[in-house]
T-cell receptor, first 117, second 114 residues
Framework: AQTVTQSQPEMSVQEAETVTLSCTYD???????LFWYKQPPSRQMILVIR??????QNATENRFSVNFQKAAKSFSLKISDSQLGDTAMYFC??????????????FGKGTLLTVNP | DAGVIQSPRHEVTEMGQEVTLRCKPISGHNSLFWYRQTMMRGLELLIYFNNNVPIDDSGMPEDRFSAKMPNASFSTLKIQPSEPRDSAVYFCASSPGYSGNTIYFGEGSWLTVV
């Protein structure tokens, strides 16, 4: 079974600074997908960024980027120019390739990020 | 465009009562998921439908839980009888595909069983 580990239960950063959230995963699969979701106090789960394992290029979405190290099974999220609205719980998630019972997200425990003014 | 719509947003019920949570997936999405979030267990998949057919229900805790998807635009998750340990946030999510597509979540239904 796949496992996703987020080793930082809580982090804080000053507004406008950069912060990196860590995620590691364990799998024997070669093809898979990785995601970062954000859960603000409203509790809704919002997709931040997604990465296909077969792509060597790291995904970016505006101020959000990832450092995907396939051999190390590491998938960290970098938030640049942090904003107060980035305060949220961040979840790293893994999805196997393929349908059927593979088509589901396995989540880490989350990292609570607080952006301070 | 409307996202995944869940109701109720909050429910408080007494132990032993039946609880029904409802979900309307994003139009055109053919995969639907029910997830549960608790402090102890985090986010866990309960059941997954594709084209209205249950594909994986291995996460359904026990017989007290049941889920249905009678058509492409509606699903229910029922708990009968409810217990205090069922208190959690229940998320419905949908996706346009079958493999690798992004899964979009609703706002969740916060259930408290007293």
């Amino acid at each position: 079974a796949q496992t996703v580990t987020q080793s930082q239960p809580e982090m804080s950063v000053q507004e406008a600074e950069t912060v990196t959230l860590s995620c590691t995963y364990d799998t024997s699969e070669n093809n898979y997908y990785l995601f970062w979701y954000k859960q603000p106090p409203s509790r809704q789960m919002i997709l931040v960024i997604r990465q296909e394992a077969y792509k060597q290029q790291n995904a970016t979405e505006n101020r959000f980027s990832v450092n995907f190290q396939k051999a190390a099974k590491s998938f960290s999220l970098k938030i640049s120019d942090s904003q107060l609205g980035d305060t949220a719980m961040y979840f790293c998630a893994f999805m196997k390739q393929g349908g059927g019972s593979n088509y589901k997200l396995t989540f880490g425990k989350g990292t609570l990020l607080t952006v301070n003014p | 465009d409307a996202g995944v719509i869940q109701s109720p947003r909050h429910e408080v019920t007494e132990m032993g009562q039946e609880v029904t949570l409802r979900c309307k997936p994003i139009s055109g999405h053919n995969s639907l998921f029910w997830y549960r979030q608790t402090m102890m267990r985090g986010l866990e998949l309960l059941i997954y439908f594709n084209n209205n057919v249950p594909i994986d229900d291995s996460g359904m805790p026990e017989d007290r839980f049941s889920a249905k998807m009678p058509n492409a635009s509606f699903s229910t998750l029922k708990i009968q009888p409810s217990e205090p340990r069922d208190s959690a946030v229940y998320f419905c999510a949908s996706s346009p595909g079958y493999s690798g597509n992004t899964i979009y979540f609703g706002e969740g239904s916060w259930l408290t069983v007293v």
